[in-house]
Protein backbone atom coordinates (compact mmCIF):
# COMPACT_ATOMS: atom_id res chain seq x y z
CA UNK A 1 0.00 0.00 0.00
CA UNK A 2 1.19 3.55 -0.26
CA UNK A 3 1.07 5.51 2.69
CA UNK A 4 2.74 9.16 3.25
CA UNK A 5 0.81 12.57 3.21
CA UNK A 6 -0.58 13.14 -0.60
CA UNK A 7 -0.42 17.46 0.07
CA UNK A 8 3.49 16.94 0.53
CA UNK A 9 3.65 14.76 -2.73
CA UNK A 10 1.40 17.56 -4.42
CA UNK A 11 3.69 20.42 -3.30
CA UNK A 12 6.62 19.26 -4.07
CA UNK A 13 5.42 18.24 -7.47
CA UNK A 14 4.01 21.90 -8.02
CA UNK A 15 7.06 23.87 -6.95
CA UNK A 16 9.15 21.48 -8.87
CA UNK A 17 6.98 21.99 -11.94
CA UNK A 18 8.84 25.65 -12.06
CA UNK A 19 12.30 24.80 -12.12
CA UNK A 20 11.86 22.58 -15.41
CA UNK A 21 11.10 26.20 -17.70
CA UNK A 22 13.78 28.29 -15.65
CA UNK A 23 16.52 25.59 -16.71
CA UNK A 24 15.31 25.14 -19.99
CA UNK A 25 14.53 21.80 -19.21
CA UNK A 26 17.48 20.11 -17.52
CA UNK A 27 15.80 20.18 -13.95
CA UNK A 28 13.58 17.49 -15.42
CA UNK A 29 15.79 14.45 -14.57
CA UNK A 30 16.36 15.91 -11.09
CA UNK A 31 12.50 16.48 -10.72
CA UNK A 32 11.21 13.00 -11.87
CA UNK A 33 13.88 11.42 -9.43
CA UNK A 34 12.35 13.60 -6.33
CA UNK A 35 8.92 12.49 -6.85
CA UNK A 36 9.90 8.97 -7.56
CA UNK A 37 11.61 8.78 -4.24
CA UNK A 38 8.61 10.16 -2.25
CA UNK A 39 6.12 7.68 -3.93
CA UNK A 40 9.16 4.75 -3.23
CA UNK A 41 9.74 5.50 0.55
CA UNK A 42 6.30 5.95 1.17
CA UNK A 43 5.59 2.19 -0.48
CA UNK A 44 4.87 -0.45 1.81
CA UNK A 45 4.92 -4.37 1.64
CA UNK A 46 3.11 -5.33 4.73
CA UNK A 47 5.26 -2.90 7.56
CA UNK A 48 8.40 -2.82 5.74
CA UNK A 49 9.29 -0.10 3.77
CA UNK A 50 10.49 0.40 0.67
CA UNK A 51 14.15 2.27 0.21
CA UNK A 52 15.39 4.05 -3.55
CA UNK A 53 18.80 4.45 -4.10
CA UNK A 54 18.44 6.04 -7.30
CA UNK A 55 21.59 7.96 -8.41
CA UNK A 56 20.77 11.53 -10.36
CA UNK A 57 24.15 12.02 -12.33
CA UNK A 58 24.09 8.73 -15.11
CA UNK A 59 20.23 10.17 -15.51
CA UNK A 60 21.47 12.97 -17.55
CA UNK A 61 23.41 10.70 -20.17
CA UNK A 62 19.73 9.56 -21.79
CA UNK A 63 18.09 13.37 -20.64
CA UNK A 64 21.15 14.89 -22.77
CA UNK A 65 20.50 12.95 -26.08
CA UNK A 66 16.65 13.55 -25.61
CA UNK A 67 17.87 17.40 -25.41
CA UNK A 68 20.39 17.62 -27.91
CA UNK A 69 17.80 15.16 -30.39
CA UNK A 70 15.21 17.48 -29.69
CA UNK A 71 17.08 20.85 -30.50
CA UNK A 72 17.92 19.33 -33.66
CA UNK A 73 15.04 17.32 -34.80
CA UNK A 74 13.06 21.25 -34.32
CA UNK A 75 15.63 22.63 -36.34
CA UNK A 76 15.13 19.94 -39.09
CA UNK A 77 11.60 20.21 -38.94
CA UNK A 78 11.75 24.09 -39.37
CA UNK A 79 14.44 24.09 -41.98
CA UNK A 80 12.12 21.36 -43.98
CA UNK A 81 9.24 23.74 -43.78
CA UNK A 82 11.03 26.71 -45.18
CA UNK A 83 12.26 24.91 -48.04
CA UNK A 84 8.80 23.19 -49.14
CA UNK A 85 6.34 25.70 -47.95
CA UNK A 86 8.41 28.67 -47.06
CA UNK A 87 6.80 31.19 -49.09
CA UNK A 88 3.73 30.31 -48.15
CA UNK A 89 4.56 30.54 -44.27
CA UNK A 90 5.94 34.14 -44.78
CA UNK A 91 2.71 35.38 -46.93
CA UNK A 92 0.87 33.89 -43.95
CA UNK A 93 2.63 35.82 -41.38
CA UNK A 94 2.62 39.26 -43.51
CA UNK A 95 -1.49 38.50 -43.82
CA UNK A 96 -1.80 37.28 -40.22
CA UNK A 97 -4.02 35.22 -41.96
CA UNK A 98 -3.88 30.73 -41.85
CA UNK A 99 -5.57 30.74 -45.29
CA UNK A 100 -2.42 30.63 -47.52
CA UNK A 101 -1.46 27.32 -45.28
CA UNK A 102 -4.94 25.88 -45.09
CA UNK A 103 -4.82 25.25 -48.90
CA UNK A 104 -5.20 21.66 -49.47
CA UNK A 105 -1.40 21.09 -51.18
CA UNK A 106 0.36 23.34 -48.39
CA UNK A 107 -1.73 21.46 -45.16
CA UNK A 108 -0.45 18.45 -46.82
CA UNK A 109 2.94 18.57 -47.17
CA UNK A 110 3.15 20.80 -44.18
CA UNK A 111 1.77 17.96 -42.22
CA UNK A 112 3.70 15.30 -43.55
CA UNK A 113 6.83 17.03 -42.91
CA UNK A 114 5.62 17.87 -39.14
CA UNK A 115 4.88 14.10 -39.27
CA UNK A 116 7.84 13.38 -40.20
CA UNK A 117 9.61 14.89 -37.12
CA UNK A 118 7.26 14.07 -34.83
CA UNK A 119 8.11 9.93 -35.22
CA UNK A 120 12.11 10.29 -34.04
CA UNK A 121 11.34 12.78 -31.70
CA UNK A 122 8.83 10.42 -30.32
CA UNK A 123 11.49 7.46 -29.92
CA UNK A 124 14.10 9.80 -28.59
CA UNK A 125 11.14 10.53 -25.91
CA UNK A 126 10.46 6.51 -25.35
CA UNK A 127 13.68 5.86 -25.38
CA UNK A 128 14.23 8.11 -22.55
CA UNK A 129 11.47 6.83 -20.89
CA UNK A 130 12.91 3.61 -20.70
CA UNK A 131 16.07 4.51 -19.36
CA UNK A 132 13.92 6.39 -16.54
CA UNK A 133 11.65 3.67 -15.79
CA UNK A 134 14.92 0.82 -15.75
CA UNK A 135 16.77 3.06 -13.20
CA UNK A 136 13.78 3.99 -11.07
CA UNK A 137 12.73 0.05 -10.52
CA UNK A 138 16.41 -1.28 -10.18
CA UNK A 139 16.66 1.52 -7.33
CA UNK A 140 14.14 0.05 -5.30
CA UNK A 141 15.13 -2.12 -2.20
CA UNK A 142 12.82 -3.96 -0.15
CA UNK A 143 14.50 -5.03 2.89
CA UNK A 144 17.72 -6.94 1.85
CA UNK A 145 15.94 -7.53 -1.92
CA UNK A 146 16.65 -5.24 -4.81
CA UNK A 147 14.47 -5.23 -8.09
CA UNK A 148 16.25 -4.93 -11.11
CA UNK A 149 14.45 -3.78 -14.62
CA UNK A 150 16.31 -4.51 -17.82
CA UNK A 151 14.36 -2.75 -20.52
CA UNK A 152 15.49 -2.58 -24.71
CA UNK A 153 15.16 0.35 -25.07
CA UNK A 154 14.79 1.06 -28.69
CA UNK A 155 12.05 -2.12 -28.39
CA UNK A 156 10.59 -0.40 -25.93
CA UNK A 157 10.60 2.96 -27.87
CA UNK A 158 8.98 1.76 -30.92
CA UNK A 159 6.07 0.06 -28.87
CA UNK A 160 5.49 3.29 -27.33
CA UNK A 161 5.68 5.20 -30.46
CA UNK A 162 3.28 2.20 -32.25
CA UNK A 163 0.77 2.77 -28.90
CA UNK A 164 0.73 6.58 -29.56
CA UNK A 165 0.06 5.50 -33.22
CA UNK A 166 -2.88 3.43 -32.42
CA UNK A 167 -4.36 5.71 -29.87
CA UNK A 168 -4.54 8.82 -32.05
CA UNK A 169 -6.04 6.33 -35.46
CA UNK A 170 -8.71 4.86 -32.80
CA UNK A 171 -9.52 8.28 -31.94
CA UNK A 172 -8.69 7.06 -27.80
CA UNK A 173 -10.81 4.01 -27.64
CA UNK A 174 -8.12 1.29 -28.37
CA UNK A 175 -5.92 3.70 -25.55
CA UNK A 176 -6.16 0.67 -22.96
CA UNK A 177 -5.18 -1.63 -25.08
CA UNK A 178 -2.21 0.21 -26.01
CA UNK A 179 -1.47 0.98 -22.55
CA UNK A 180 -1.63 -2.80 -21.67
CA UNK A 181 0.64 -3.72 -23.93
CA UNK A 182 3.13 -1.25 -22.45
CA UNK A 183 2.34 -2.27 -18.83
CA UNK A 184 2.67 -5.88 -19.29
CA UNK A 185 6.44 -5.22 -21.25
CA UNK A 186 7.58 -3.91 -18.98
CA UNK A 187 6.21 -5.81 -15.61
CA UNK A 188 7.30 -8.75 -17.12
CA UNK A 189 10.32 -7.51 -17.56
CA UNK A 190 11.36 -6.97 -13.76
CA UNK A 191 12.34 -9.17 -11.38
CA UNK A 192 14.28 -9.24 -8.02
CA UNK A 193 17.79 -10.86 -6.69
CA UNK A 194 15.99 -12.90 -4.05
CA UNK A 195 12.04 -12.79 -2.25
CA UNK A 196 11.56 -10.12 0.29
CA UNK A 197 11.40 -11.59 3.63
CA UNK A 198 8.44 -10.47 6.00
CA UNK A 199 7.55 -11.35 9.35
CA UNK A 200 6.13 -14.60 9.80
CA UNK A 201 2.26 -13.48 10.60
CA UNK A 202 2.72 -11.22 7.43
CA UNK A 203 4.25 -14.08 5.17
CA UNK A 204 1.39 -16.38 6.26
CA UNK A 205 -1.15 -13.75 5.00
CA UNK A 206 0.52 -13.62 2.01
Partial sequence: HLAGNPWR????????????PLT????????????????????????????YNGELRPRYKAFAYLWLGGIAIY????????????DEIIIAIERLSLSPLAQPGVAQKGGLIVAMGLIP?????????ADTLSRDVSA???GATALALDLPRWQFARLVTGARLIKVASLGTLAP?????IARF???????????????DEAAIM
Fill in 75 to 86: VATNVALGIIIG
Fill in 121 to 129: LSLLTAAYR
Fill in 9 to 20: YAWTNFWTAFTV
Fill in 140 to 142: IRI
Fill in 24 to 51: FGWATPWRAMVLQRLKTENTRLGTQSFR
Fill in 186 to 200: VMTRVTMDAPPSLPP
Fill in 177 to 181: VADAR
